[in-house]
C-alpha cells in the first residue's frame, strides 16, 4: 500500500480545476490515433446505440465464462492528461451476481468490504452502492428488503431477479418490485429508458455538479441484457498516478456508458473507494481502492453460485 507521504505527493501532480476546462470534445485512442467521439459543447440527449469507434477500440477479449475484458484510453482535447477505463462484460445467464454486505462491527459501525473478502471460486468483484454509515438506500439479499429506498429522482435500483436477470429500476418503482433476490440504489443515473441522458446532466442548476472530475465507477445494462462495469484510473508515471482520484466528469461518464451501448446506467462509489477484481484465464487481476465499502457484487459461476450466498 503506498504511504501517505506518496499519495499526497502524487495527489499534488494532478491537474486542477482549470486544467479540466482545457476543451469540451473527448477524444479515445484508436491504435496510434485519437479519434474525437463526443463534444460537450453539443452533447447527444440520447443514445440510440454503441459508437463503434468507441465501442471497438475496447478490444474485448474472454476472461472466463461470461465474463469479457475490455480497456480504453480517452482524454479532453487541449488536455495531456489521459484516462484509461478499465471494462468488464458479464453474461448474467453464466454469472450469478452476489450483494456481500459484511454484519455491523462490534463498536456498532458498519462493516467494512473489499475485493480481498471475494469468496473462493468469484470470477469477478466490485464494489457497489453509496455509502453513509453503511449501504445507503434500497438493498434487498436473499429475497429479503433490508432497507427502504432512499430518496432522490436520480437515484435506481440495480435490481438482479430470481432468474439472474439484471435491471436498473426507476427509484419509485422500488417500494412495489417484486422477484427481486439481490437489489440495491445508487446515485446519480447516467442513463435511462433507453438510452436517454437525464436532463440534470444536461443544464447545470439541477442539482448535479457536471464540473467536477474524480475516479469514476459506473454500472450499465446493455440491450442484450448483459451487464457493464467502468472503472477510471489516471496514467502517468508508469501507473503510479492510478490512485490519484482525478477522471471524468458525470456527463463524461453519462457519454462513454451511452456510447457502449448501454440503455441504463448509474454511477457507484468511484474516488478512493473504487475496486475491482476479476478472473482472467485463470489468474487473478485486480485495481484495488485505497478504502474499505459497506458493500461489495461478487460473480460467481453459476455451478458454483451457491458458494457465494
Known amino acids: 500500500m503506498i504511504s501517505r507521504r506518496a499519495f499526497l505527493l502524487l495527489l499534488a501532480l494532478a491537474p486542477g480545476h482549470a486544467a479540466a476546462q482545457a476543451g469540451s470534445a473527448l477524444v479515445v485512442r484508436v491504435g496510434d490515433e485519437w479519434e474525437e467521439w463526443w463534444d460537450g459543447d453539443a452533447p447527444p440527449e440520447r443514445w440510440a446505440g454503441a459508437l463503434d469507434r468507441v465501442a471497438d477500440a475496447a478490444g474485448w477479449t474472454a476472461a472466463s465464462a461470461g465474463v469479457d475484458r475490455g480497456e480504453l484510453t480517452i ?5 495531456p492528461w489521459r484516462i484509461r477505463v478499465v471494462l468488464v462484460r458479464i453474461d448474467p445467464a453464466l454469472v450469478d451476481l452476489r450483494l456481500m454486505v459484511p454484519p455491523p462491527r462490534d463498536d456498532g459501525f458498519a462493516g467494512r468490504w473489499s475485493i480481498d473478502q471475494a469468496p473462493p471460486g468469484a470470477v469477478f468483484a466490485v464494489n457497489v452502492g453509496q455509502f453513509t454509515g453503511g449501504p445507503w438506500g434500497w438493498l434487498v439479499q436473499g429475497g429479503q428488503r433490508r432497507q427502504r429506498a432512499g430518496t432522490g429522482a436520480l437515484a435506481p435500483g440495480i435490481a438482479v431477479d430470481r ?15 417484486t422477484d427481486v433476490e439481490e437489489g ?3 446515485y446519480p443515473a447516467l442513463l435511462v429508458g433507453d438510452g436517454t441522458v437525464p436532463p440534470a446532466l444536461l443544464e447545470g ?4 455538479d457536471l464540473v467536477h472530475r474524480d475516479g469514476r465507477l ?35 461518464m453519462a457519454a462513454l456508458m451511452g ?49 457465494a450466498r
Do not use: K
Request: aromatic fraction near 4%.
Open 75 to 79: 482524454r479532453r482535447v487541449g488536455e
Open 218 to 252: 459506473a454500472f450499465g445494462v446493455l440491450r442484450d441484457g448483459r451487464v457493464l462495469l467502468a472503472l477510471t484510473r489516471m496514467e502517468g508515471l508508469g501507473g503510479l498516478l492510478e490512485i490519484v482520484p482525478f477522471g471524468p466528469t458525470t456527463p463524461e
Open 205 to 208: 442548476g439541477r442539482g448535479v
Open 163 to 177: 432468474s439472474g436477470s439484471v435491471a436498473l429500476l426507476p427509484r419509485d418503482s422500488l417500494g412495489t418490485a
Open 184 to 186: 440495491f440504489q445508487s
Open 259 to 307: 456510447a457502449l451501448g448501454c440503455t441504463r446506467a448509474v454511477l457507484l462509489d468511484g474516488g478512493l473507494s473504487g475496486q475491482m477484481m476479476l478472473v482472467e484465464d485463470g489468474r487473478r487481476v485486480e485495481w484495488r481502492g485505497l478504502r474499505q465499502v459497506a458493500a461489495g457484487l461478487v460473480g460467481m459461476p453459476r455451478l458454483q453460485a451457491g458458494a
